[in-house]
């Protein structure tokens, strides 16, 4: 707690309120408002782009020197030295584990891997072309139905027990939405491969023939993995908190949090900046898109450009760019031209005075849609593994949320402005 005091003065009647600041370890300090509104007065921030929303003690953002650590650890070290695993454990537990804890983590999630055999009915329910969002948002809910020992938020073990549970069998309902699509049998996890290349095998294997994931690609899918799993309190994070306030069921929490990740604006972006390569076809069409990027009149927006956090540069996305030209290399697939118009596009956008006047560089989803075609990863897949990496950070938000001794019900209040009183006036029923 800081030793400094905002005063609030109204210019017209003279009144004035004292209000403490709050200092974290790192990062603007904040004016603690609670007190506000038992003295009738409310703060107005739409987007929440001025609102701390809670403290919490898991990931760190500075936009403007594009720094992201995880528990204190740069994202740039933890991408390289580390893997999804433990850095699910960090994220949860707050420190890496020994290789003990590693090694123990590891065999729960493997047990875990499984989902109920019954839950295999729910996807047969859906249309064959359900995009995976869709099936995942239905499907992790429906785990709620299945594990009701592990729904008790209050309970600290039901809490382990669920954080667990859904570490563990996303990444195989996600990789099952996609063979459902695709009309194959549904593979089961394999506890033998490592969490990343085990999805490879979810997605790719069939039961006709040896399936070994290639080792370049597999760490490149944990990279992607790791570059995701948590960025503070992000819209779909919010959206678990907020959920998770209640007292809700923790499955049907992080089907919450899938379906505000599944917009474009957040991580439907990796698949929108697919389908905008596409649309632009060819480099000779790039100036044509950045001027409806700039024109106010037109909705369009260059995918995977801009973010509300970094206004210089998004670590992750260095990261992934380096990725993108490693798998790509791997691949031979330097010359795949979808791949050349992304690197044009980025080159003509960050030259581009408006670009740089508002600040809009490529974000992680730029490249991470790039790596993941080149896998053989559809486009309508892109969010589904933006999904599954994020349940790690969303299950720590929200187990750090409920364990708070600050956890209330998330109730904001709003500014009012539609008609004032009015009286009812009876319609003329005789017509
Ligand atoms: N293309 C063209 N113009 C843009 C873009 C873009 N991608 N992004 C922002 N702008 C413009 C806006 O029109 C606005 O202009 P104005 O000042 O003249 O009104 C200005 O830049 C600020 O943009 P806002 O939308 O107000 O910024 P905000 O912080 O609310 O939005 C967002 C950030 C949603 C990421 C936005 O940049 C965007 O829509 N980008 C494209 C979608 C995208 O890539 N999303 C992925 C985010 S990363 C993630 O979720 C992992």
Redo the contacts with the bound molecule.
Sequence with gaps: MSTQKVKITFSGSGRQIDLPVIEGTLGPEAIDTRSLSSQGVLTYDP?F?STASCASNITFIDGDAGLLYYRGYPIEQLAEHSDFLEVAYLLSFGELPTSEQKAAFVEKIGHQTMVHDQMANFFHGFRRDAHPMAVMVGVVGAMSAFYRHSADPFDPAQRESAALRLLAKVPTIAAWSYKYNIGEPFMYPQNRFSYSENFLHMMFATPCEDYQPNPILARALDRIFIL?AD?EQ??SSSTVRVAGSSGANPFACIAAGIACLWG???????E??LKMLEQIGDASRIGEFIKR??D?ADS??????????YKNM?PRAAIMRQTCHEVLNELGLNDDPLFNLALELEKIALEDE??ID?K?YP????YSGIVMRAMGIPNSMFTAI?ALARTAGWVAQWKEMIASPEHRIARPRQLYTGATRRDFVTIDRRH
């Design positions: 987007g782009l995701h960025h992000n819209a474009p604006l957040h991580g439907g972006a990796n929108a900046t990027a700039k106010k369009f927006r260059l995918m995977g450009f801009g973010h509300r956090v998004d408006y670009f508002k809009l974000n992680v989803d730029f933006f």
